[in-house]
């Protein structure tokens, strides 16, 4: 039963991660005309630690960012809640 708790966790991390980067993705494009979204290294970085499976230290950078940017960190989505 340990394993399924497990699973159902990254499960949730690995979407909590996702959902931090598309919020970015989003809002961010053409804020400003000094924009990088998409490009923006932290994001990068946080991308691929999510695609590694390293998704404490993805969110972490994420929100790290959204804060460095003034945005408000989303709550977390009503499908990962329910679990």
Known sequence: MPDRAAAQSSSAEATRCQQLIDYYDRYSAGRSAHSDGKRNMTRIAADIDCERGDYERGIAEMEELLLS???????????????
Do not use: E, L, N
Request: glycine content about 0%; proline content about 13%.
């Open 69 to 83: 940017r003034k945005f408000t960190i989303p709550p977390v989505s009503s499908a990962q809640s329910v679990r």
